[in-house]
C-alpha cells in the first residue's frame, strides 16, 4: 500500500506536468489508449466470456460513470494543488458506503453514520466555503469522487460474477470507448513529450492497480486502509518539491479527518466479518 500511494500521487504529479493545453477529456483518453498495451494478455479471457445483455450492461454503465469521473480527475487535477486533489479523493469510500445502503441495501449503522458525517466534516475543513474562493478545480474533484464512488459501487455488484483482471480489462475498453467521442471533438494534437507523459501516467496506474490488489490479498482493509493517508504525504512533499505549492494545514487536517473515518468504517467491517466466521470457544477447532 506504501508503493500503491507512491504511485498513485506520481501519476497526479505527472497529470499536474502534461498541464492544461491538452484538454481533459483528449489527456485521458490518451491515457486509456496507450494503457490498453497491458491488456493484451487478457484477450483471450474476454473472447471466452459469456456476454448477455445484463453483463453487457453492467461493464457498460460503469465505463460511462467512470468516464464522467475520469474527465473531471483530469481537468481538476490541472488546477489545483496535489494535496487538495488527493485529500478530496478519500471522499470516494463515504460515497460508496452511502450508496451501498441506498441501492444495494447495506444497513448503516448509528457509527457508520457517524463516520460519513466525520469524512464530511473533513472535506468542509479541506474546502473551506465561504472563507476562500471555490474554483472550477474543486467543484471538478468533488465530481470525480462521487462518479468513481458509483463506478466503485457498479464494480462490487460485478465482481461477485467476474474475476479482477476482466473487471478491470473491461474498465479500461468501455472508458477508452466513452473518451474518444468526446476527445476528438476538441483534439489536439500532442507532442511526443506529452504522449511519453501520457503513456507514464498509464504504466504507473496499472501498476498502482496491480500492487494494490497485492495489498488487498495479504492482509484486511482495516490494515491497508490507513496506509493510504500516506499518499496525502507524499503529495504535499511532491507538490512543495517539484511545484513550489506550499503545505496547507486545513488540507493535511481535513484528510487526517476522512482518512480516520475511512479507516473507522474499515475496522468495523472487519470486526463484524470476523465474528461472523469465528467458532465459539467449545466448538470443534
Known sequence: MVVTGMQFVGVTALVKLLGTRIPA????????????VFLIPMIGTLRRMSWTKPVVGLFAARGAV???GVCLWFFGMARIPLAEVTAINYLSPIYVTIGAAIFLGEKLALRRVLAVVAA???????????FRELGPGHLAMLGTAFF??????????ISAAHSAGVVVAMLSITVTIGLAPI???QWVTPTPMEVLISFGVACLATAGHFTMTLAFR?????????VTFLQLVWAVLMGAVFFGEPADGFVILGGVVIVAAISFISWREAVLKRQAVTPAVSAVK
Not at 464530511?120 to 465561504?130: E, H, Y
Not at 468513481?148 to 455488484?157: E, N, T
Open 25 to 36: 477529456p483528449e489527456a485521458a483518453f490518451l491515457r486509456y489508449v496507450l494503457g490498453l
Open 148 to 157: 468513481f464512488g458509483g463506478s466503485y459501487l457498479l464494480a462490487k455488484k
Open 183 to 185: 476527445a476528438l471533438m
Open 120 to 130: 464530511l466534516i473533513g472535506a468542509l475543513i479541506i474546502l473551506r466555503p465561504g
Open 218 to 226: 495479504a492482509a484486511p482493509l482495516a490494515v491497508t486502509q490507513p
Open 66 to 68: 467512470h468516464t464522467v
